[in-house]
């Protein structure tokens, strides 16, 4: 059974999708199987993984707000990527029009639960599934965090927001007590560090503080291969495996857990070139 990841900050322009790009890349560079779902409008995971045009097949409302009779009827939604183990639900500019369907289909009943019961009829089929949400706050949001197991947030020091924080967390709260779940906040991490200066340990020290454990002491450098990277629409370790950004979010991946002794063998190899 596959655990699904969501990475949710309600501000923009965090590095939230290089961060679910990326962490997916090397789980499946280890061997797992991932799905990717972009629930993001601005389609920036989907161009990423080769598809410059959402798939036209794809009925979101029927997704989101119909519970699927069997596991095929969900995997006609996902995409192949030309990436080895990693598989893509297309993301498309209807998604900003699902949200308002979403919310109607709520007066009639719990669709925030219909995306967590769709993916449970897929979970065999991955390892892995990873979800980069959109920054909007919305009951397509919601719906995200009902189906996942872990959610993460990205922050940047010129960027961020404790209202927007302290208001996930209560959502997270809300819905695990109205539909009986067991949703994690598995932390925070601080992205596009630029050094290790005073400002940053000044606000590394201040977020400690603030969040304790939720805080995780693991950061995302700031390097230019993860610019280019997003410019030229390739994954950071296709792009550049050992920047500093790569070892970073490498380092971000085994802190969580998410990779066993097997496949960091595997990924020790794509590293040095044996793969």
């Known amino acids: 059974m596959s655990e699904v990841i969501s990475l949710i900050n309600e501000k923009g322009g965090v590095g939230k999708s290089t961060s679910a790009i990326t962490i997916a890349q090397i789980l499946s560079i280890s061997g797992y199987k991932v799905l990717i779902i972009d629930l993001d409008p601005q389609m920036n995971t989907t161009k990423m993984y080769g598809q410059a045009e959402a798939n036209p097949d794809i009925d979101y409302e029927h997704l989101f707000c119909v519970k699927q009779k069997s596991k095929d009827a969900v995997m006609n939604y ?16 209807e998604l900003n029009s699902l949200i308002y369907k979403i919310y109607d289909k709520m007066k009639e009943t719990n669709v925030e639960l219909y995306l967590r019961y769709n993916l449970n009829l897929i979970k065999d089929e991955f390892d892995y599934i990873i979800i980069d949400n959109s920054p909007f706050k919305s009951y397509l949001t919601s719906c995200a965090m009902c189906a996942s197991d872990k959610i993460i947030t990205p922050i940047c020091v010129d960027n961020f927001s404790y209202d927007g924080l302290m208001s996930l967390f ?77 070892l970073d979010y490498i380092e971000l991946v085994n802190y969580l857990g998410l990779m066993d002794n097997k496949h960091f063998r595997e990924l020790a190899k794509y590293l040095k070139g044996e793969k």
């Open 78 to 93: 996902i995409t192949e990527t030309g990436y080895h183990n990693i598989s893509l639900l297309t993301a498309s500019r």
């Open 170 to 246: 209560d959502t997270i709260e809300e819905l695990n007590d109205k539909y009986a779940l067991s949703i994690e906040f598995a932390g925070i991490f601080m992205t596009r560090v630029a050094g290790r200066t005073t400002l940053f340990k000044q606000m590394y020290e201040s977020y400690e503080n603030m969040f304790g454990d939720r805080f995780l002491p693991v950061s995302i450098r700031n390097c230019i291969a993860v610019n280019e990277s997003n410019t030229t629409f390739e994954p950071l370790l296709t792009y550049d495996k050992r920047c500093p950004a790569s």
